[in-house]
């Protein structure tokens, strides 16, 4: 009987592992070109449509310091495999949800699931490849799959939905999730540290994050309020843990405070340009739910392309020049897509129009 080689076993759990963190930033625009046929299903409105793409997120964002936390004390392998099996199985249950709150229900615990697996997967690849070169040569090939999965997205999104219907999309993760288990075998992670995993921060700051989301999306400046109480009880919270979720020494490092807030505004104009396109290319320009992915690939592809190329202008020039010059493509893409609309009637208003 023949036994894989030590590499070889490597290499699969790794690829398990960056399969499964694929899946997970996947389910974050796979969604969105089947938002029309989710509308037209179940009758859900534009702010449920919203929920639905921002149920999975506000969790996933919130816990996971939670999931970083359970790595470390329960143990990153035991965490990964349970969060990567959960993830497949709700994904399957969402594919059955009979309304739209149901779903944003399932989508809000689907998105604890995903946070369960991100931090624990960044753990196990450290302890699989001790080398630092080796180490980095895998964070890089996990790290790829973070433009493939933005990329893939919408167009694997649309064709899923001319398929089957919304529910398509969500029956995708099961095949996927089931082989990322398969992949990654019965692997050995570090071993726990002691502690526990503190809950209460983790629901404060998902109260800060809904309520902000439910700000933006119904116009509510009152939900500023629960916001601010969320923010205060995280702090409080976390400055009387044993073990802070997060580590007050992290944020004083110089350049974190502004690394979080860049990552932050790129995050919400990339889901806001996301959702509104969506509705622009499907509703006002009647292209099919394929052809309205295949459009976002101008959007979605400079996240597979761009990584290599910034790497070189950051290590020639610092971080100033490519920060800026994406966050003034930030400022000027959404702009100019923001006034085509108005253009294209201005022309087609004039004397001789078709």
Known sequence: ???????????????????????????????????????????????????????????????????????DRIGAARVFRRGIA????????????????????????????????????????????PDPQRRARALGTWAATTGAALAVGPPVGGLLVDLGGWRAVFLVNVPLAALGLALTGRLAGPAPTPGRVGLRPQLAACVVLASVTEGVVAAQPLAVVPAVIGAVLFVRWERRAATPA????????????????????????????????TSLLQDDHGLAPLLAGL????????????????????????????????????????????????????????????
């Open 246 to 277: 997060v580590p007050p020494a992290l944020l004083r490092a110089p350049g974190v405070a502004a690394g979080l807030a860049v990552g932050a505004a790129v995050n919400l104009v990339l889901a806001g340009v996301l959702f509104t396109t």
């Open 1 to 71: 009987m023949t036994t894989a080689s030590p590499t070889a076993t490597s290499t699969s759990r790794l690829l398990g592992i960056s399969l499964a963190y694929f899946v997970v930033l996947l389910d974050t625009t796979v969604l969105t070109v089947a938002l029309p046929d989710l509308r037209s299903a179940t009758g859900a409105s534009s702010a449920e449509q919203q929920w639905v793409v921002d149920a999975y997120t506000v969790t996933f964002a919130a816990f996971l310091l939670a999931g970083g936390a359970a790595a």
């Open 86 to 129: 959960a993830f497949g199985l709700l994904s399957l249950v969402c594919a059955a949800a009979p309304t739209a709150g149901v779903l944003i229900g399932l989508r809000a615990v689907l998105g604890v699931a995903a946070a369960a697996c991100l931090p624990s997967s960044l753990a196990l690849i450290a302890h699989l490849h």
């Open 295 to 354: 459009a976002f690939l101008p959007l979605t592809l400079p996240t597979v392309i761009g990584p290599p190329l910034t790497a070189r202008l950051l290590a020639a020039r610092g971080a100033r020049l490519p920060v800026l010059t994406g966050l003034g493509l930030l400022v000027a893409g959404p702009a100019l897509l923001a006034a085509w609309p108005a253009a294209r009637r201005t022309r087609c208003s004039a004397p001789g129009c078709c």
